[in-house]
């Protein structure tokens, strides 16, 4: 794959981006300073980036000895980015009309814009029957506090459970 | 198979009443502004604050007249679900066990919430906590181990659960007035801290009564000093810190509370529940099998508030003492 | 003993433990909820109950619980519990495969076989495998921690430099959160969830079950099974005993290996699973197989992972010290009846412990048993079309991390599904990811802890005799491969001048 040095790449950079971050490390009580907090997460960041850009080395050599591509599987980035973007919002959408509403329109949506199912029984109906489900089980039977929304929403779930 | 189909039967009727009180919850509801109560428990089923909570809800539920639901939300020592308590409308619909890491989390600056944000509706019960050592091990009693530690300044090695936690705060105010030097080992669970005290790598261990209750049965663990005012009647023979002399460190407490700014008068009824809760056989039975009422610990709203500011001043000095070492 | 057996076999009694048995099975497969809670909520019930009814009830619902998990993980690729997760790892291939039922068969086999391994070293050596739990401490904790770790070549066989890197991100994700020595807070950005540490359910439901889903849209592969098509019937149930005979050494090593990490209070059968699975590649002849969906790698974490939560309770009897989460809840359960686990049990009701005993063997069986027909329910969810399946994984693996505390931990899930859909493409494994996210706590906060207990002198903590044994079969384990592949390249360029 052309593109596979991207990964070690990206990880060198988020490494050293966290190397910053854990030098401001500051433990509640200053006394076991002789190993501080950040002594082993700076140990493990200096062996990814190390680890990483010897990986970012031998992906580019690679690459150049075989220029071509032997991947076979086609991608999709379009459908990935939708589905990521439907799940984000599903998420988000959680604590704002809460749990039931947020999973119906999920499920939907997930079949419908991903799966390109065009038969609205399935599109309806699944969900429904899904979400039902789901209700019964963590929420009735087991009482997990799945998310009720706010406002308006919060006093319509707060009906149901 | 009768006690089988008891528990069947008892399975069942819980899951049909759960449902019903789902569908039709605000039937009951006379006086108080809710139609359900939450108690959100910011640690996961089956500890010590579960238990508490749901020991104590039926009782609640009963003199409030609407359903009490107990729910765990664990993590980061309860902020999580302080963090939701707090996101919720201050109508005294949901409420929160609170407990001394309430204090320390705000202290140690793992959370900028406060206990102030909260309006407290009563402590239920102290959970004393004592100095233990390995039975049969070097230190037969509290002298050994300070004739220890004056010998080998900086050797006694002391297991507590968490750092910058209600333990630490706890041995160092103990310790601080023996005027020895120890070690503070930090242990995130109380398990491996007992396997390494059994196990002869530690000298002293601080833990509540009702956690190592069994153990000090069983002839494993030796109870040192009570940190408390004065002897318990359980464990006769066990010096009492203040009998030292000692400064007399604050006891591990469990409690409820309410988001702050709730109307004043369900706070009243709140309190009025939990403490007619309190007196139920679940939470008196609950109590006397945890050991939790070996001193008296019940404190209603105001009298809780109070505490709390007392003793979040008390932990800070504590906190900023070993910060300065 | 045999009173104490005879207790447990009553119908009374008998009749618990099957309920038990399949509520543990249900909770268990369902990612979110495990035993544990199931224990919890269950406590106030079993109040009218005489206690040793009431134990085996629970008992046989933790034991089924750690077994059913692996029944999503393989369908699916959803670890239903923690303890599944090498499960899912190695798994779900043969179910991709459409050989699934296979797999199933030989987990479901060696998860009772395992316990029951446990089992008779419950029954016969309880007292001096607690003297062993108790010779662990924190630098013992420690050396474990890195032999496990030192298995990573041989877990990534076919790359090792992407085996290393994989595992380094697993240990640094380990670090997140309150740091246990000095509670300084670590790569929190601020995120009260994440403050506890990573959440460890949701991070692995994101890392395969979700991403095993973006996986197929990015692919449009929308068939779960690529060798059968819609067509798959799961009916052998039993693997053939001609793969169970092949397996006895990997069964047998993977049993003692799950027990002895099981006793210990500072592990658990996740970590059972994981040491044992490495240790399973190890010594394999073929590890490059692993990983592509190689029996012996379902076969180990199942007999561990079983063999631990029976384990677990060694500590529990006789010392008081529970050795896991659930045997910590089941404290609870003694406690309502009175009655103090710990060695104190064994002196004053020792006919108790005999029958508990005596339930977890025949739950082991009553969840083979089960299984069978539990499994028969589940399979037919694989024959639903893909669409439907992977709405159902998404929005499970969305509610169950929502279970695990709250949105956030969705947000930790959905950002290892892209970790995992990333590291995939480029052909990194996973399974060192999980290694080093299990192992880093106990390598990091044991070795700070036994450096605290010594004034920071490390030479100390080689003094100790398993501490240094532990070590030097890790360096072992390092320096062998090392040293004969150097061998190797040395001859090819002799040949080749």
């Known amino acids: ?161 | 198979m009768k006690r089988f189909s008891e528990v069947i039967r008892g399975i069942s009727c819980s899951v049909v009443a759960f449902l019903a009180i789902s569908a039709f919850g605000t039937a009951s509801a006379a006086d108080y502004p809710c139609s359900s109560v939450e108690w959100i428990v910011g640690w996961g089923a089956g500890g010590g604050s579960d238990s508490f909570a749901r020991s104590m809800a039926p009782g609640v539920a009963d003199t409030l007249g609407v359903p009490v639901r107990v729910i765990n939300m664990p993590g980061a020592s309860s902020i999580v679900a302080q963090e939701e308590v707090l996101n919720r409308p201050a109508d005294g619909c949901t409420i929160f066990s609170i407990t001394p890491d309430q204090l320390t989390n705000e202290i140690t600056g793992l959370t900028e919430l406060s206990h102030t944000d909260l309006q407290p509706i009563m402590r239920a019960h102290v959970d004393i906590g004592m100095m233990h050592a390995r039975k049969g091990g070097e230190f037969g009693s509290w002298d050994d181990v300070i004739a220890y530690a004056k010998d080998n300044p900086g050797e006694l090695l002391v297991g507590g659960t968490g750092a910058a936690s209600f333990d630490e705060i706890v041995v160092n105010i103990v310790f601080g007035a023996a005027g020895v030097e120890f070690r503070y080992i930090p242990y995130e669970a109380s398990k491996e801290m007992h396997a390494d005290l059994l196990g002869g790598r530690l000298h002293v261990v601080y833990d509540e009564v009702s956690v190592l209750a069994g153990m000090i049965e069983a002839g494993q663990v030796a109870p040192l000093i009570v940190l408390a005012e004065s002897e318990l009647e359980k464990f006769p023979g066990v010096q009492a810190a203040r009998d030292l002399g000692y400064q007399v460190p604050p006891s591990l407490w469990r409690g409820a509370a309410v988001k702050g700014g709730t109307p004043a008068d369900a706070v009243k009824m709140l309190e009025g529940a939990f403490m007619a809760a309190a007196d139920t056989e679940a939470y008196q039975t609950f109590e006397e099998g945890r050991l939790l009422n070996l001193y008296p610990g019940r404190l209603g709203a105001d009298g809780f508030a109070e505490l709390l500011a007392g003793e979040h001043k008390m932990y800070a000095d504590v906190i900023s003492g070993l910060n300065a070492n | 003993m045999i009173e104490g057996l005879q207790l447990a076999l009553t119908m009374d009694v008998f009749a618990f433990i099957i309920l038990g048995t399949l509520i543990g099975l249900m909770l268990g497969a369902l990612p979110g909820l495990d035993a544990t809670t199931g224990v919890a909520l269950l406590l106030p019930v079993t109040y009218v109950l005489a206690p040793v009814p009431a134990l085996m009830f629970f008992v046989s619902l933790y034991a089924a619980g750690v077994f059913a998990g692996s029944i999503t993980a393989i369908l699916f690729r959803i670890p239903g519990s923690s303890e599944a997760i090498m499960t899912a790892v190695e798994g779900h291939h043969f179910t991709a495969r459409g050989e699934a039922g296979l797999a199933l068969g030989v987990a479901v086999t060696c998860s009772a076989i395992g316990g029951l391994i446990a089992t008779v070293a419950l029954f016969t050596i309880t007292p001096w495998l607690a003297s062993v739990a108790l010779q662990f401490g924190p630098s013992e904790y420690f050396a474990l921690g890195v032999l496990g770790l030192s298995c990573i070549a041989a877990v990534s066989a076919s790359d090792p430099l992407k085996g290393i890197i994989a595992a380094l991100i697993g240990l640094l994700l380990a670090t997140v959160g309150i740091d246990q020595i000095t509670g300084a807070k670590r790569f929190d950005f601020g995120v009260s969830s994440i403050l506890g540490g990573i959440p460890f359910v949701p991070a692995m439901i994101g890392l395969f079950a979700a991403s095993e889903v973006y996986r197929r849209i990015a692919q449009r592969d929308h068939t779960l099974v690529s060798g059968g098509g819609r067509k798959v019937t799961i009916r052998s149930a039993l693997p053939p005993f001609l793969t169970l005979l092949k397996l006895r050494w990997t069964v047998l090593r993977s049993s003692v290996l799950g027990l002895l990490v099981g006793i210990l209070p500072g592990a658990g059968a996740t970590t059972a699973a994981i040491l044992s699975y490495s240790a399973e590649v190890r010594m394999s002849r073929q590890p490059e197989a692993f990983g592509k969906g190689k029996i012996e790698g379902v076969a180990a974490p199942e007999s561990a992972n079983n063999a631990a939560a029976v384990g677990a309770m060694i500590p529990l009897l006789s010392l008081g010290i529970p050795g896991s989460g659930t045997t910590a809840v089941l404290i609870g359960a003694f406690l309502i009846h009175n009655l103090q686990p710990g060695p104190f049990l064994f002196i004053e009701n020792p006919e108790i412990v005999y029958a508990l005993f005596g339930g977890i063997a025949i739950t082991n069986v009553m969840v083979l048993l089960f299984s069978i027909v539990f499994i028969q329910a589940f399979a037919h969810f694989v024959r639903l079309p893909y669409p439907i399946l992977a709405t159902s994984i998404l929005s499970v693996s969305v509610i169950g991390s929502l279970a695990f505390g709250d949105v956030n931990s969705v947000a930790v899930m959905l950002a290892f599904a892209l970790l995992g859909l990333a590291l995939e493409a480029a052909r990194y494994p996973l399974a060192p990811v999980v290694l080093g996210l299990v192992l880093g706590p106990i390598i990091e906060s044991s070795l700070r802890r036994a450096l605290l207990m010594t004034d920071f002198d490390f030479t100390a903590l080689l003094a100790r005799p398993i501490t240094a044994a532990l070590l030097a079969v890790a360096l072992l384990f390092i320096a062998v491969p090392a040293v004969a592949g150097l061998i190797r390249w040395w001859r090819a360029r002799k040949q080749t001048p």
């Not at chain 1, 749990?99 to 109906?125: D, E, K, M, P």
Request: hydrophobic letters at 65%.
């Open chain 1, 1 to 161: 794959m052309r593109y596979r040095w991207l990964v070690p790449a990206g990880l060198f950079l988020a490494a050293a981006y966290l190397w910053g971050v854990a030098a401001d490390f500051q433990g509640a009580v200053g006394r076991y300073e002789l190993i501080g907090p950040d002594f082993f997460p700076k140990i493990l960041l200096a062996a990814i980036m190390i680890a990483s850009l010897a990986a970012v080395a031998r992906d580019v050599v690679a690459l150049r000895r075989e220029p071509a591509g032997e991947e076979t599987k086609t991608f999709f980035p379009a459908d990935l980015a939708i589905a990521v973007l439907i799940t984000v919002a599903y998420v988000a959408a959680l604590h704002v009309i809460g749990f039931v509403l947020a999973t119906l329109c999920f499920q939907a949506l997930i079949l419908a814009a991903v799966f390109r199912v065009r038969r609205w029984q399935i599109v309806f109906g699944v969900p429904a029957v899904l979400t039902t489900l789901f209700f019964v089980i963590f929420i009735v039977l087991m009482g997990v506090p799945l998310p009720r929304g706010s406002g308006m929403f919060r006093a319509f779930n707060s009906l149901l459970y």
